[in-house]
């Protein structure tokens, strides 16, 4: 008998994304948020990707652990699908990209604007 696909649900996608912001954040490694969760990296690193779904126990270790509500690893409205938004600090360098971002004057934000897109465009 052939074994089902499963893919992760958008809503364990959308708290591991969260979760992942508030980690790198909070300037932690996965080895450090898993030590203060009492688990390993691989698991951090499993229920950021959506793979493994956290527990409600779990968000609350993990609130305390990054100094953050539980209610912050939710939505305020509908879950929006990776592909319809990105949240920067998700993105690897993407929490440092944007302190860099708010310490520069209004010119210089422009410009930066404009390199991106560029790179955006020169990627599809």
Same mark, same amino acid.
């Given at each position: 008998?052939?074994?089902?696909?499963? *893919?992760?649900?958008?809503?364990?996608?959308?708290?591991? @994304?969260?979760?992942?912001?508030?980690? !790198?954040?909070? =300037?932690?490694?996965?080895?450090?948020?898993?030590? $203060?969760?009492?688990?390993?990296?691989?698991?951090?690193?499993?229920? @950021?990707?959506?793979?493994?779904?956290?527990?409600?126990?779990?968000?609350?270790?993990?609130?305390? $652990? !990054? =100094?953050?509500?539980?209610?912050?690893?939710?939505?305020?409205?509908?879950?929006?699908?990776?592909? @319809?938004?990105?949240?920067?600090?998700?993105?690897? =360098? =993407? $929490?440092?990209?944007? @302190?860099?971002? $708010? *310490?520069?004057?209004?010119?210089?934000?422009?410009?930066?604007?404009?390199v991106a897109q560029e790179f955006a465009r020169?990627?599809?």
């Amino acid at each position: 008998m052939p074994r089902a696909i499963v *893919t992760a649900d958008p809503v364990d996608v959308f708290v591991g @994304e969260r979760l992942r912001a508030a980690r !790198l954040t909070s =300037g932690l490694s996965q080895a450090d948020l898993g030590k $203060a969760m009492n688990l390993s990296f691989q698991q951090v690193q499993k229920y @950021e990707r959506g793979t493994n779904r956290i527990s409600a126990s779990m968000l609350v270790r993990a609130g305390k $652990a !990054l =100094g953050v509500p539980v209610s912050d690893f939710f939505p305020d409205d509908d879950i929006r699908l990776k592909d @319809e938004s990105v949240d920067i600090r998700t993105v690897r =360098g =993407g $929490a440092a990209l944007a @302190e860099y971002f $708010a *310490t520069m004057d209004s010119a210089q934000r422009v410009i930066l604007l404009q390199v991106a897109q560029e790179f955006a465009r020169s990627a599809r």
